[in-house]
């Protein structure tokens, strides 16, 4: 191939517009539900669609797919608008998706009323993730609850359970006000 052949084709391929188009719903309505569900039964109404998921899930097509008390399992299919300018996922989608797996795991262990915060993320990355790589797989579990922290930890695994990335999350645990009469 001449340089001159290489260039072009280099331009053909940057000239492709790429656009990807999603829809979400308002999470004013999950968000509401902090008072009148526990973390569990939150989770599961999120998975079954009778609330809508968060917008993020919907921003990086992560996919509920367990949810148990204590443990919740989410899927992705890593696809090209994860990638970072090296052609691999963005460390923070995989970031995002180990401090998904580690609190909602913590989520759902939390009575009617509870909420949390994701304090700390400590991560590791043990293999690259490429676009077109089969599903991905972050398993969340809880490793301790107190009263008012709780610590969770996530792990990746790609399409032949090898461990992709590691993550343990600390979260505050914190009262939410109860919903105000006639909401």
């Known amino acids: 191939m001449t340089e001159t052949q290489s260039r072009t084709q280099h331009t053909d391929r940057s000239d ?47 996919l509920p797919v367990e949810v148990e008390v204590g443990r919740v399992v989410f899927a992705l299919r890593p696809g090209e608008f994860h990638l970072n300018p090296l052609g691999t996922v963005h460390g923070g989608v995989i970031s995002t998706l180990l401090d ?6 913590v989520h759902s262990t939390l009575p009617v009323g509870t909420g949390y915060t994701t304090v700390d993320l400590t991560s590791t990355f043990l293999r690259a993730v ?23 930890q996530a792990q990746l695994f790609d399409h032949r359970e090898r461990l992709v990335a590691h993550a343990t999350s600390t979260c505050l645990l914190m009262p939410m006000g109860a919903p105000a009469a006639g909401d």
Not at 26 to 55: E, F, N, V
Not at 132 to 149: A, N
């Open 16 to 62: 492709v517009v790429r656009e990807r188009t999603y829809t979400w719903e308002d999470p004013t309505a999950s968000a509401a539900s902090l008072g009148r569900m526990s973390g569990l039964q939150m989770l599961q109404a999120i998975g079954d669609g009778t609330l809508p998921p968060p917008p993020i899930m919907r921003t990086l097509d992560v």
């Open 130 to 152: 490429r676009a077109g790589q089969p599903e991905l797989r972050v398993v969340g579990t809880v490793l301790s609850r107190g009263q008012r922290t709780a610590l969770g």
């Open 100 to 105: 998904t797996a580690a609190a909602c795991a």
